[in-house]
């Protein structure tokens, strides 16, 4: 990017481990998934609890109307720690099958400007002011665009020093708009 002082230049050719992944980390990193985990898991488990524990004296504790209150408990977890993951790791390969451009190289640009990404017929540039968050998990740095989409790379692609440059930049445009630098 012309006229910067500095820019961050990486290369990433994602696949369906890459994609799956961040994806899953994206779906994690969400406020909503603790609601979700909460409402639909832990709630339906601390209700089966307390009818197993406290339900009336003479009944079967152990089942739950016609249903053994473990089956119950094996189903809740089995739909949210296995049906929920395949079901997106479904998605995600699809996806990525169905879309040419994303099983190509990609290469992206970071500047006091914003982001790029680039790759064959296509070329994405975003101002700070677009970016949502900027933020690592346990594997990929993460730029949102919105709540739930996020560009990413892979942690390691990037040192310390690199990331915390970005975050500067980003930081900076959202603390201050009018620095933000038009394109």
């Keep these: ?64 109307g016609a249903l053994p209150v473990w089956s119950l408990v094996a189903m809740i977890l089995f739909i949210a720690l296995v049906m929920i993951p395949l079901v997106q790791y479904f998605q995600v390969s699809q996806q990525l099958k169905t879309t040419p451009s994303a099983q190509k190289e990609q290469h992206y640009s970071f ?10 017929g296509y070329n994405v540039e975003l101002g700070w002011d677009s970016v949502v968050r900027v933020t690592q998990s346990k594997d990929y740095a993460l730029f949102f665009i919105s709540s739930y989409y996020a ?31 038009p394109k």
């Design 111 to 120: 500047s006091e400007k914003g982001l790029t990404n680039q790759g064959e």
């Design 1 to 64: 990017m012309p006229g910067d002082i500095m820019a961050i230049e990486k290369s990433f050719k994602t696949d369906v481990r890459h994609h799956y992944r961040a994806t899953r980390q994206i779906f994690h990193s969400l406020p909503a998934i603790r609601w979700y985990y909460g409402l639909f898991v832990a709630l339906p488990l601390v209700i089966l609890l307390l009818f197993h524990l406290m339900g009336p004296p003479g009944v079967n504790h152990l089942m739950f």
């Design 151 to 181: 560009y990413y790379l892979p942690r390691e692609f990037f040192s310390d020093t690199e990331f915390e440059q970005i975050r500067q930049w980003f930081e900076t445009a959202q603390s201050n708009p009018s620095l933000t630098i």
